[in-house]
């Protein structure tokens, strides 16, 4: 379904991203971990078409995607739930579930898409009239969550969903992935909390200082001592 073959990003002179090559196939949710700074969110930001990539090619469905805009990118089922989450504060929860429906197929369905929305979140049904900048940092993710929904998409990017929220929200985080995936969603996940990241996995890449070093199944990678000390914390 998508695969970044040699990928490479850069800025100014330096390179960020080096050869990254990956594959995720339809149905599966595959994560990319790695410390901060080892180039995740400029990954997402090439895969998302908001950076342009030095060489290499982005393929979605066989397309290579590398040259088009984010738009025709949403067209084609891509969906981005941001780093920050990034939600209109000053707007209430349902407006910022609207803004979701920015392909035709969701806006033609609009009011399921918000039942759907409702449904999977409830507390967000109670809210949805609540200015969405008052809610508390686990409800805004999950509105983040919400609204990527909301465009029907086949293919969903998450940028470090579980940045600065408390262990208990990160869990919730978590199982809510779960349950997006179960529906048939195909997912990309990239999270430094490279324990939940595995626990949720069906297969994943290590990326550090702009460079895959490694990759496989979450018991494949759990049981390399290096990736267990570097980035499960295990050895210390």
């Given at each position: 379904?998508?695969?970044?073959?040699?990928?490479?990003?850069?800025?100014g002179?330096?390179?960020?991203?080096?050869?990254?090559?990956?594959?995720?196939?339809?149905?599966?949710?595959?994560?990319?971990i790695?410390?901060?700074?080892?180039?995740?969110?400029?990954?997402?930001?090439?895969?998302a078409?908001?950076?342009?990539?030095?060489?290499?090619?982005?393929?979605?469905d066989?397309?290579?995607?590398?040259?088009?805009?984010p738009?025709q990118?949403?067209d084609?089922?891509?969906a981005i739930i941001?780093?920050g989450?990034?939600?209109f504060?000053?707007m209430?929860?349902e407006?910022?579930?609207?803004?979701g429906?920015?392909?035709?197929?969701?806006?033609?369905?609009?009011?399921?898409?918000?039942?759907?929305?409702?449904?999977?979140?409830p507390i967000?049904?109670?809210?949805?009239?609540?200015?969405s900048?008052?809610?508390?940092?686990?409800?805004?993710?999950?509105?983040?969550?919400?609204?990527?929904?909301?465009?029907?998409?086949?293919?969903?990017?998450?940028?470090?969903?579980?940045?600065?929220?408390?262990?208990?929200?990160?869990?919730?985080?978590?199982?809510?992935?779960a349950?997006?995936?179960?529906?048939?969603?195909?997912?990309?996940?990239?999270?430094?909390?490279?324990?939940?990241a595995?626990?949720?996995?069906q297969?994943?890449?290590v990326?550090?200082?702009?460079?895959?070093i490694?990759?496989?199944?979450?018991?494949?990678?759990?049981?390399?001592?290096?990736?267990?000390?570097?980035?499960?914390?295990?050895?210390?």
């Amino acid at each position: 379904m998508l695969k970044a073959d040699a990928v490479c990003v850069g800025y100014g002179e330096a390179l960020a991203l080096s050869n990254i090559s990956f594959d995720l196939g339809p149905g599966e949710l595959v994560a990319i971990i790695g410390p901060n700074g080892a180039g995740k969110t400029t990954l997402v930001n090439a895969l998302a078409r908001l950076l342009p990539i030095r060489s290499g090619g982005i393929l979605l469905d066989g397309e290579n995607i590398a040259r088009l805009t984010p738009q025709q990118l949403a067209d084609r089922g891509v969906a981005i739930i941001p780093e920050g989450r990034r939600l209109f504060t000053s707007m209430t929860v349902e407006e910022n579930l609207e803004l979701g429906c920015y392909r035709a197929a969701a806006r033609a369905h609009k009011r399921e898409g918000l039942e759907q929305a409702y449904a999977m979140f409830p507390i967000l049904g109670e809210r949805r009239r609540q200015i969405s900048g008052t809610l508390s940092g686990g409800q805004q993710q999950m509105v983040a969550f919400a609204r990527a929904l909301m465009a029907r998409p086949r293919l969903l990017l998450i940028d470090e969903p579980s940045l600065g929220l408390a262990p208990v929200i990160i869990k919730q985080v978590f199982e809510t992935i779960a349950r997006i995936h179960a529906t048939g969603v195909s997912i990309l996940l990239i999270e430094q909390n490279a324990t939940k990241a595995l626990e949720a996995a069906q297969r994943a890449y290590v990326l550090d200082c702009g460079q895959m070093i490694a990759s496989g199944t979450p018991d494949e990678l759990r049981q390399r001592p290096e990736i267990g000390a570097a980035y499960l914390g295990h050895g210390h």
